[in-house]
C-alpha cells in the first residue's frame, strides 16, 4: 500500500489552491500500490484475509478517481475545503483497507500518518486539525478492532497487547509531532516566500520608476529645442505682425510652448538618462532615499566624515534602485519609532563604506533583536496597550525587504540598541559616550562592491564632417 494522497499543494491562506490533476494523479498511484500491496500479499506470501473485500475497497477509489475527472475538468483548483475532504476521504479507505488485513498489526498502518502531514503542509490550522481528530480515531478503532491477518499455517496474527498499545500509542505521537513540524516549516517557508515576493515586487516598483524618470528627461531633452525654436519663431511674428487678431495667436503659441517647456523641465529634473546620474555622490543617494519621509515633522540629521587619514572627498557611488529603497526602509523605520530625531551617518575610508542609522526612540524589543530582519515578526502587546504605529501592522517584512535588497548590493547589516535606552537623550557629535538611546542600524560596503569610477571628462566638441553635415564616427 502507497500513502493515499502525496503531491506539491499550497496552503490555502490567500486563494492559493491545489490542483485536481495533480491530486488526482498521486492518488492513482495510491491506488496501484494498494492493488499491488493487497496481490502479493495474498498470492505471494500466502496471508489470507478477505481479498474481495480489499479488492472492492480499492475500486471505490478508482471510482471516486474516475468520477471526478468526468465532472470536473482536470485544471480546476480544489478549495481548502475540498481538499480536507479528499484528505478525510483517503484517511477512511485506507483505513477500512487496514481493517480487512490486520489493523495496526499492519505495517502499512504507518501510512495513517500522510494525510496528517499533508493537510499540515497545504491546507489552514482548522482543516488540519480536523483530518489528525480523523486520522486519529481511526488509529483508535483499529486498536480495538480489526480483521486479523492469516498465515498459510492458519495461525492468525495478533500482537501483544503491550506492542498494540505501544503502536497505538506511536501513530497518534506521530500525528500530533510530525504534523506539528510539518506545518511549522511549511509555514516558515510560505511566509518567506511571500516576504521575497514583496521584496522582488518593491525592487521592481523602483526600477520602473527609475525607468520612467529616465524616459522623462529623455523626452524633456528632445524636445526643448524643437520648442526652443517654435518659441523664437513666433516672437519674431509677435514683431512683424500687424493685425491685432493674428499678432494674439503667434502670442497665444509662444506662452504655450514656454509651458510646455517649463513642465518638462520640471518633469524631466529628476530624470536618470544621463549616464552620469547612474552615479552620485554619497550624500545624494542618501537625500534621494529620505526625501519621502523628510517632511513628517521629525528632523533628519546627516554627518559625513571620513576617518584617518583616508581623502575627504565624498565618494560616489552607484545609484541602484535596490540600495535606494532598501534605505529608505531602514529610514522609514526609524521616523515612524523616533522621538524627536534621526541620525544618518556617513563614515568611509580605504577599504570600506559604513552608514549608521538611529534614531531616538525605544529601540528594538531585546527579546527579538536576533530575529529583526526576518519577515512577519510578531510581538505580543499588553492588553490595552496602543501600538506606536497603528497603520503597520508590525510584522518585520519593511526591515526584511531592506535586509534582503541591501544584502543584494553587497552590504553587511547589523541591527542593536544603543546604551541608556529610555533615557531620553540623543548623544550629539563630539559628545562622549554610545550613539544614540535607541534603535541602529549599520551598513557596511567595501568599497569595490558600490563605488562607481571616477567620472570621465567630456572633452573638446568633436568638428562637424563639411561632406556630410554630421559628426564624423567615433
Known amino acids: 500500500m502507497t500513502a493515499p494522497t502525496e503531491g506539491l499543494m499550497n496552503r490555502d491562506t490567500g486563494g492559493q489552491w491545489v490542483r485536481l490533476q495533480t491530486l488526482t494523479y498521486v492518488r492513482w498511484l495510491a491506488v496501484l500500490g494498494q492493488f499491488l500491496a493487497i496481490t502479493i500479499a495474498h498470492f505471494g506470501l500466502g496471508l489470507s484475509f478477505g481479498i474481495g473485500l480489499a479488492y472492492l475497497v480499492v475500486a471505490v477509489s478508482v471510482a471516486s478517481n474516475l468520477l471526478s475527472e468526468m465532472v470536473f475538468p482536470p485544471n480546476r483548483r480544489l ?3 475540498e481538499v480536507m475532504l479528499t484528505l478525510i476521504f483517503d484517511t477512511v479507505q485506507l483505513s477500512v483497507l487496514l481493517f480487512l488485513t490486520g489493523g495496526l498489526a499492519n505495517p502499512f498502518a504507518l501510512l495513517l500518518l500522510a494525510p496528517v502531514t499533508i493537510a499540515a503542509t497545504a491546507l489552514q490550522l482548522r482543516s488540519t486539525l480536523i483530518v489528525g481528530a480523523v486520522a486519529a480515531a481511526m488509529a483508535t478503532l483499529l486498536a480495538i478492532a480489526h480483521e486479523p491477518l492469516i498465515l498459510p499455517d492458519g495461525r492468525p496474527v495478533e500482537l501483544p497487547l503491550l506492542l498494540l498499545i505501544g503502536y497505538w500509542a506511536a501513530i497518534l505521537t506521530g500525528i500530533g509531532f510530525i504534523g506539528l513540524y510539518s506545518r511549522s516549516v511549511a509555514s516558515e517557508k510560505h511566509e518567506l516566500a511571500e516576504a521575497l515576493l ?6 521592481a516598483r523602483e526600477q520602473k520608476l527609475t525607468d520612467l524618470t529616465a524616459v522623462v528627461a529623455a523626452a524633456a531633452h528632445e524636445l526643448g529645442t524643437p520648442l526652443a525654436t517654435i518659441k523664437l519663431t513666433s516672437a519674431e511674428l509677435i514683431d512683424t505682425l500687424d493685425d491685432p487678431e493674428q499678432r494674439a495667436d503667434a502670442q497665444l503659441i509662444r506662452d504655450q510652448a514656454e509651458r510646455c517647456r517649463a513642465i518638462l523641465r520640471s518633469m524631466g529634473s529628476a530624470g536618470k538618462d544621463d549616464p552620469h546620474l547612474h552615479q552620485a555622490p554619497l550624500e545624494a543617494v542618501l ?9 513628517r515633522g521629525k528632523p533628519l540629521r546627516f554627518i559625513h566624515r571620513a576617518r584617518g587619514g583616508t581623502d575627504p572627498r565624498m565618494p560616489e557611488i552607484w545609484r541602484r534602485p535596490e540600495i535606494i529603497h532598501g534605505l529608505r526602509n531602514v529610514i522609514q523605520n526609524a521616523v ?30 531585546p527579546d527579538l533583536l536576533g530575529r529583526i530582519g526576518e519577515p512577519y515578526l510578531r510581538r505580543r502587546r499588553a492588553p490595552g ?10 510584522m518585520g517584512l519593511g526591515l526584511f525587504i531592506a535586509k534582503t535588497l541591501l544584502e ?22 563630539g559628545e562622549a559616550g554610545d550613539e544614540t538611546t ?34 564624423p564616427p567615433v
Not at 514583496?198 to 525592487?203: E, G, I, K, P
Open 438 to 471: 535607541g534603535a541602529i542600524t549599520e551598513i557596511v560596503w567595501s568599497r569595490k562592491a558600490i563605488e562607481a569610477p571616477p567620472r570621465r571628462r567630456l572633452g573638446a566638441n568633436r568638428p562637424l564632417d563639411p561632406a556630410i553635415g554630421a559628426l
Open 198 to 203: 514583496a521584496t522582488q515586487m518593491a525592487l
Open 336 to 365: 515612524d519609532f523616533a522621538s524627536e530625531e534621526i541620525r544618518v551617518e556617513a563614515e568611509w575610508d580605504d577599504a570600506t563604506i559604513r552608514l549608521r542609522i538611529s534614531d531616538d526612540g525605544p529601540g528594538y524589543p
Open 385 to 394: 496597550a496602543r501600538p506606536r504605529r497603528p497603520e503597520y501592522e508590525g
Open 408 to 429: 543584494r548590493s553587497g552590504a553587511q547589516i547589523e541591527f542593536r540598541n544603543g546604551n541608556g535606552i529610555g533615557s531620553g537623550n540623543v548623544h550629539r557629535p
Open 287 to 295: 537625500a534621494e532615499a529620505a526625501a519621502p519621509h523628510a517632511t
Open 79 to 81: 478549495s481548502d475545503i
